[in-house]
C-alpha cells in the first residue's frame, strides 16, 4: 500500500472517528479521530515537501549534469581555438622566414652579379693587355698594379662584432641566428667589407666552440679570441679584455672615408665611437632595443635594432602546427 493511500485511509478513519464520537457522545472517540486526523495531516504535508524537495533535487542534479556538457564543450572550443591561435602563429612566423630567405635570396643575386660584372671588366682589361703589343702589355700591368693598390687603400666598411653581446641579444629575440644572413645584411650598402667576431675561447677549446670558429671562418669572419676566466662567484665565466681589443682595433684600424658597423649595444664603445667620428668615419650601431645605451644610441650616427631584421637573420626551419 502506498503511503498516499495510507493517508488518505487515515484520514478517512479520522473522519469516522469524529463524527461517530459526537454521534454516540464519547469524547475519547472523537479525540482519537481528531489525533489522527491531525497526525494524517502532518504526514500529508511532510511527504507534500519531500515530493518538493525530490523535485527540486532532481532539477539540481539535471542543472548539474548540463553545466558539466557545457563545460566540457567550452573545453573543447578553448582548446581548438588556442589550436587555430597556434596554427597561425606557426603561419605567420613561416611566412615571415619565406620572406626573409627570399630577400636573402636576391641579396646574394646581387653579389653575385656585382662578381661577375667585375670579372668580366677585368677578363675585358687582360683581353685588350693581351692584344697589344709586349711592350705595351708591361705598361698596362704597371697601370694596372698602380690600380690594385689604390683600390687597396680604398674605403672599407669594418664590422666588428661583440659576441658575447649579440649571443645574448639573439638567445633574449629566441631566434637562431643565421651568420650568412646576418654577414649579408650588414654588407647590402658596401663595395668592402671586413667582419671580427671577438670571442671568448675555453682552454683547452671544446669540440662544439671549435666547430663554431670553423663555421665562422668559413662565412668569412675574421674571428678573435680571447682568454676565458671563471668569476668570484665560480658559477659562471667571463671573456677578458673583448671590449678592450674591440677598442683598440677600431683605433688602430679604421680611417678617414671608412664606415663602421658596431654590432654591440654596450656604453663602453661610446668615447672610441666618439673618435673615429672626429676622423670623418660614420658609424653604425646594431644592438637589440633593450639591450642598447640610450647614450650610445644617440652618439651612433645609425641604429639598427635586431628586432626589426630579426627575420631576415633567424635560420630557416620546418614549424610543424599543434
Known sequence: MKLTQAISLTAGFSVGCIITGSIIKQPMLRS????????????????????????????LTAFKQENICLQTKFEKTQNELNKLGKKFQTQDTRQRLHLANIQKLQHQQKVVLATVTTLEQKLDFYEKAASEKPENIKVNLNKNSVLSVTQSQESMTRVYID?????????????????????????????????????????????????????????????????????????????????VKIAVD???????????ILVSGDGDFIPVVEEVQRRGVKVTVVAKKSMLSEQLSQVADEVIYLDDIQYKLAKYRKFDAA
Open 250 to 260: 677600431i683605433i688602430g684600424e679604421v680611417k678617414k672615408g671608412d664606415d663602421v
Open 163 to 243: 659576441g658575447n653581446n649579440l649571443s645574448f641579444a639573439v638567445d633574449g629575440l629566441q631566434i637562431e641566428l643565421d651568420y650568412d644572413a646576418l654577414r649579408i645584411e650588414l654588407s647590402q650598402n658596401a663595395s668592402r667589407t671586413n667582419f671580427k667576431y671577438y670571442t671568448g675561447i675555453h682552454s683547452p677549446m671544446n669540440d662544439g666552440q671549435r666547430r663554431f670558429i670553423d663555421y665562422l671562418k668559413y662565412q668569412r669572419y675574421e674571428v678573435i679570441g680571447l682568454p676565458i676566466l671563471a668569476r668570484p662567484d665560480s658559477k659562471s665565466f667571463k671573456t677578458v679584455g673583448d671590449d
Open 32 to 59: 482519537l479521530g481528531e489525533l489522527t486526523g491531525f497526525g494524517a495531516i502532518s504526514l500529508g504535508v511532510i511527504v507534500k515537501l519531500n515530493s518538493v524537495n525530490a523535485d527540486k533535487e532532481k532539477q
